[in-house]
């Protein structure tokens, strides 16, 4: 808590305060910078307190700044277990959001298509998960500060916003459909026996983020809706060899479309 509040105050003197829409850009996603009015781009590096991101495309920058009269705080790049963070620094700087008066979090990845129903490029409303990863951010001596002690997770997915999402998407003529998003620890990729069991437990889409995050928001009571770009279809009787650049390359492909998609549902709340 020491730490979470040190950084707050970090950024409260660099003017970044009372907050009311967090984002959490994920791989290969980063168009929706362009789209609002930058004020302040911080290096994570300058941050005390933040974990460094280590992959090659993710841009480890925070990003505040306004839309539509409303502040906003983006993390250009996330963090994720497979680069040897824990569970709590994964989340840590959501803690930090909740703490500079956060009022709802947006949160977007890369995901691969279990459901083969859902086609490379699509935009995939996340309403549930399945949390597969080694460990929780939970975990530990509670911080009654933030929240209680064994959060709710009925509806993950703050039904109010998701419906903003749904409806703006249809204003815009965008596909977007409904999914369960399964998180794993990578960074492999899955086996084929892997996919099948994925689909067996009842997953649409597969990924390596976004549900610590998204655990850590619900136990602080901020309301979060997320969205997955599918970069790769995962059908395991036709199971090729994963290029990551494809994958950077899809991401890169729906990230404008995505973008929209949230500007217009953030300047709509």
């Known amino acids: 808590m020491e730490q979470i ?23 290969g996603l980063h168009h929706f910078v362009n789209l609002i009015d930058v004020i302040q781009k911080i290096p994570y590096s300058d941050i005390p307190n933040f974990p460094l991101s280590t992959v090659e495309f993710h841009k480890g920058n925070l990003i505040y700044g306004k839309i539509k009269g409303k502040k906003i705080l983006i993390m250009q790049g996330r963090f994720h277990a497979y680069e040897g963070y824990s569970q709590q ?18 949160l977007s990845n890369a995901a691969g298509a279990i459901n083969l129903n859902f ?29 209680g002690r064994f959060p709710d997770m009925s509806e993950p997915y703050n039904q109010l916003l998701s419906d903003a999402l749904s409806k703006k998407a249809t204003e815009l003529n965008l596909s977007l459909k409904k999914g369960v998003y399964v998180a794993v620890n990578g960074p492999n990729l899955e086996t084929k026996a892997e996919y099948r069991y994925l689909k067996i437990i009842g997953a649409d889409m597969v990924g ?19 969205i997955s770009v599918i970069t790769d279809e995962c059908d395991p ?33």
């Open 89 to 106: 620094e994964i989340v840590f700087p959501i803690r930090v959001m909740k703490m500079l008066g956060l009022n709802a979090l947006f």
């Open 119 to 147: 086609k490379k490029g699509e935009l995939i409303l996340i309403e549930d998960h399945i949390n597969l990863q080694s460990g929780n951010p939970l975990t530990g001596k509670n911080i009654d500060e933030l929240g």
């Open 237 to 269: 009787a036709n199971l090729k060899p994963i290029n990551i650049a494809e994958i950077i390359e899809a991401a890169g492909k729906a990230d404008q479309l995505l973008s929209k998609l949230f500007s217009e549902t953030i300047k709509a709340l």
């Open 208 to 226: 390596m983020s976004t549900v610590p995050e998204v655990i850590a928001a619900n136990h602080m009571q901020i309301p979060c809706a997320a």
């Open 5 to 27: 509040k040190e950084t707050r105050d970090f950024l409260q003197k660099k003017g970044i305060d009372h907050i009311d829409i967090g984002l959490v850009l994920g791989t």
